[in-house]
């Protein structure tokens, strides 16, 4: 089975532009979850998303959007860009996102923010 | 709220012997699941270990184990006959049995491996 793949590794955008990152999760897993990786913050739970509806949120400001859509490829979307958003954004996935569940991560999209 | 502490920001180790990487966690929770997770420089995030709290006995995989203390609230990893591809960055983090999809993560430790 292939992993979890993220689209783009690495990006560069200036402040107030926006940006939107993608996820394919494991064929099969239906739930996606996103989280930011920063030096200073470490790993930071953003959303989670299940059958296209987002079933939970962390504690980000409403810039911070996701979608997911009916083939479970999700993506987040950045809105207003601040420097503090330059960071790893990890994304994950799990067949039901159960608590048990592995979650299987990709390898990131690096953002930076200038 | 679940919160996670790693107190030991950076370890170090000598090839073929063993390390311990300490992790404390805090809540009022029942239902919860513990887990390692490994980042190597190449930065994807892997699962090495996990614990369900209703679980007494602690979990082995192969050369890494859990001490999993439920009344503590401490569940450290042990690496045995630690290896240069050990070399990693390692998160302990806490999954409640309520909330879907979310882990919360301690802040890692850098753990080095000497030949």
């Known amino acids: 089975k292939a992993g979890v793949t993220q689209t783009p590794r690495y990006l560069i955008k200036t402040r107030g532009q926006q940006v939107t990152l993608s996820c394919s999760p494991i064929?099969?897993?239906?739930?996606v979850s996103w989280y930011q990786q920063t030096p200073g913050q470490g790993l930071q739970f953003l959303f989670e998303?299940?059958?296209?509806?987002?079933?939970n949120k962390g504690n980000f400001p409403g810039r911070f959007s996701g979608r997911q859509f009916s083939n479970s490829r999700s993506e987040m979307n950045v809105s207003t860009l601040e420097l503090g958003d330059s960071a790893l954004y990890l994304c994950?996935?799990?067949?039901?996102?159960?608590?048990?569940?592995?979650?299987?991560f990709g390898p990131g999209t690096r953002l930076t923010v200038l | 709220a679940q919160t996670v502490t790693q107190s030991q920001p950076e370890m170090s180790v000598q090839e073929a012997e063993t390390v311990t990487l300490s992790c404390t966690y805090d809540?009022?929770?029942?239902?919860?699941?513990l887990f390692w997770y490994k980042q190597p420089p190449s930065r994807q995030m892997i699962l090495v270990i996990r614990?369900?709290?209703?679980?007494?006995q602690n979990a082995t995989e192969n050369r890494f184990s859990v001490n999993f203390q439920k009344a503590a609230k401490s569940f450290s990893l042990k690496i045995s006959d630690s290896q240069l591809g050990d070399a990693a960055m390692y998160f302990c983090?806490?999954?409640?049995?309520?909330?879907?999809?979310?882990?919360?993560f301690g802040d890692g430790t850098t753990l080095t491996v000497k030949p």
């Open positions: 983090a806490y999954r409640s049995g309520d909330i879907a999809g979310k882990s919360t």
């Open positions: 809540t009022s929770e029942s239902d919860y699941y």
């Open positions: 064929s099969g897993h239906r739930s």
């Open positions: 614990q369900e709290a209703y679980k007494q």
């Open positions: 998303y299940f059958s296209e509806t987002q079933r």
């Open positions: 994950a996935s799990t067949f039901s996102g159960g608590p048990y569940n592995e979650q299987f």
